[in-house]
T-cell receptor
Framework: DGGITQSPKYLFRKEGQNVTLSCEQN?????MYWYRQDPGQGLRLIYY???????QKGDIAEGYSVSREKKESFPLTVTSAQKNPTAFYLC????????????FGNGTRLTVT | AQTVTQSQPEMSVQEAETVTLSCTYD???????LFWYKQPPSRQMILVIR??????QNATENRFSVNFQKAAKSFSLKISDSQLGDAAMYFC????????????????FGQGTILTVHP
């Protein structure tokens, strides 16, 4: 079955360490996205990519970096510059240039202590 | 910047009854999309319903329907015949449409409403 796989489900890191969250999709979607979810707040867009080797900042990109070397993969690195990295991170994908909805992965819960 | 507001942090409903979740948004755009997403305890985001702003007819999906009031910038979700499986966090979301009504997946979400369904 096609879908989006985020791994791991739970991730723990010490403050000051960079950490990379994985997102893989086999839906053949062109566009991929990273959203962050905090308690009491809705999802906020971190980065998005509409095509391989290209990506744009979302609303809260500071302290994060991404790459899009393959259509299937869109890893997110949470750097030590991110002041409040503990959150739930959701990856999504969609068919570009069509009015298709977002498909979401199951998310990764990152805890930094 | 667009904003989406869900004024009900929590709502509850009896099984088989009807409940309405509220959402208001602020935008200066005329062409956009509105969504309701459901997030159960598994935390998977599931699309419930989508409304295109240029369509006056309210969207429906089985037991789920919306009341879209464009002038009032209001987009409420009605769940009829509520079931235990409807218990979840519900998010309202907005997306500005691109050229030709293209959707780009850049959504602005509300804070969410936790829905509890009592047996």
């Amino acid at each position: 079955d096609g879908g989006i796989t985020q791994s791991p489900k739970y991730l723990f890191r010490k403050e000051g360490q960079n950490v990379t969250l994985s997102c893989e999709q086999n839906l053949n979607h062109d566009a991929m996205y990273w959203y962050r979810q905090d308690p009491g707040q809705g999802l906020r867009l971190i980065y998005y990519s509409q095509i391989v080797n290209d990506f744009q900042k979302g609303d809260i990109a500071e302290g994060y970096s991404v790459s899009r070397e393959k259509k299937e993969s869109f890893p997110l690195t949470v750097t030590s510059a991110q002041k409040n990295p503990t959150a739930f991170y959701l990856c999504a994908s969609s068919i570009q240039w069509q009015n298709s909805p977002l498909h979401f992965g199951n998310g990764t819960r990152l805890t930094v202590t | 910047a667009q904003t989406v507001t869900q004024s009900q942090p929590e709502m509850s409903v009896q099984e088989a009854e009807t409940v309405t979740l509220s959402c208001t948004y602020d935008t200066s755009e005329s062409d956009y999309y509105l969504f309701w997403y459901k997030q159960p305890p598994s935390r998977q985001m599931i699309l419930v319903i989508r409304q295109e702003a240029y369509k006056q007819q309210n969207a429906t999906e089985n037991r789920f329907s919306v009341n879209f009031q464009k002038a009032a910038k209001s987009f409420s979700l009605k769940i009829s015949d509520s079931q235990l499986g409807d218990a979840a966090m519900y998010f309202c979301a907005y997306e500005r449409a691109g050229a030709g009504g293209t959707s780009y997946g850049k959504l602005t979400f509300g804070q969410g409403t936790i829905l509890t369904v009592h047996p």
